[in-house]
């Protein structure tokens, strides 16, 4: 046997046929992320985030056993701001369904933890993982533990002084789970379609991907913000606010350019116009593309991604954000974000392997 052969047996090709089963475990990390993101904004707008006030990796996966044990967490929950000035009236039956959204949400990231690093391993020891696909997934490993640490360290801001967490953390902890979801299924892309890519191949299209991307980026940014602040509540009006263009109160607050950022009014402004600009811009960049034969119909999925989001952001203000909604619109920033990158991959200039 040649040495060629003994490489061959050792370490298997990268082609796509002998990567199906790492491509079948990164796609099912996608649909549990994905997953996590509905279950996330459930507990948040269920206001079930701070129903847990300690962190136990280990032992915090099992619920309370007992009655005693749920009076004791229950204990807990009553030390903080968001129980003594808003929930006083809440009884134990109440907790515990608050409890419930919050105990699967980190007990989810739990189960993925093990989806992501038990079959690492088993791919790792056949030689399925090696060179630069060990080292993407080495980064997403490391990037599922940053996701959790920062979903504790959001957690942390509502627990001595604010009756809601931070929306700045959230929308660290949200675009952290989100550049993971991207990570991870730009592998799927480079594995399926065994063409490596990375940067913009020069092209006019190429280009305009990325610009788009960092315009998506920017209003996932603000959709957190629209979460955090529970700034969708307010101004449940289309196309006008309160009749205006601008509501009268977004400046209300400071007066400047934080309330933009700060204050519901001004985040929701911010958020329904960036909605109009992002589809606007998504459409003609699709319409435009149509004929593009290197997108492969990416251009199609992507049109349908964004007039979707779009008709779900504007359904969920008018309807005062129904759970259902919220969710679903949640989910289509994640279906749109699969579709833009789906367009950038194609366009990507191939690295060699």
């Not at 796509?16 to 796609?27: D, K, N, Q, S, Y």
């Not at 309370?64 to 701001?81: C, M, N, S, T, V």
């Amino acid at each position: 046997m040649t040495p060629g052969a003994v490489a061959s047996v050792v370490s298997p090709p990268m082609d796509e046929g002998h990567m199906r089963p790492v491509i079948a475990w990164l796609l099912t990390g996608c649909i549990m992320i994905a997953c996590m993101v509905a279950i996330g904004g459930i507990t948040r707008l269920t206001e079930s985030g701070l129903s847990i006030t300690e962190w136990k990796p280990v032992t915090g996966a099992l619920p309370p056993l007992g009655e005693a044990a749920w009076q004791a967490e229950f204990e807990k929950y009553k030390r903080i701001p968001e129980y003594q000035l808003l929930n006083r009236d809440m009884d134990l039956a109440g907790f515990k369904r608050i409890f419930f959204w919050e105990w699967l949400h980190r007990n989810w990231g739990r189960l993925m933890g093990l989806v992501f690093f038990v079959p690492f391993v088993v791919f790792w020891r056949r030689g399925l993982l090696r060179g630069w696909l060990l080292r993407r997934a080495l980064w997403i490993m490391l990037g599922g533990a940053i996701v959790a640490a920062l979903g504790w360290f959001m957690v942390v801001s509502g627990l001595e002084k604010n009756t809601d967490v931070s929306h700045y953390r959230l929308a660290i902890h949200l675009c952290a789970a989100f550049t993971v979801l991207a990570l991870v299924l730009w592998t799927v892309f480079d594995l399926h379609r065994e063409r490596r890519t990375l940067a913009a191949d020069g092209t006019g299209t190429a280009k305009w991907a990325r610009w788009l991307m960092v315009l998506l980026a920017v209003q996932i940014v603000y959709g957190a913000f629209t979460a955090g602040l529970d700034a969708g509540s307010v101004a449940n009006t289309w196309p006008l606010m309160h009749g205006h263009f601008l509501s009268e109160q977004a400046f209300n607050y400071t007066g400047t350019a934080l309330d933009l950022v700060d204050h519901k009014e001004g985040v929701q402004f911010i958020h329904r116009n960036l909605a109009w600009l992002v589809a606007a811009v998504f459409i003609a960049f699709a319409c435009r593309e149509r004929r593009n034969a290197t997108l492969h119909g990416a251009d199609r999925w992507l049109f349908v991604a964004v007039i979707a989001q779009f008709v779900l952001g504007v359904l969920t203000l008018v309807m005062q954000v129904p759970i259902v909604l919220g969710v679903l619109h949640q989910l289509g920033a994640v279906l749109l974000l699969a579709a833009m990158l789906n367009v950038m991959h194609r366009t990507g200039r191939p690295i060699s392997r």
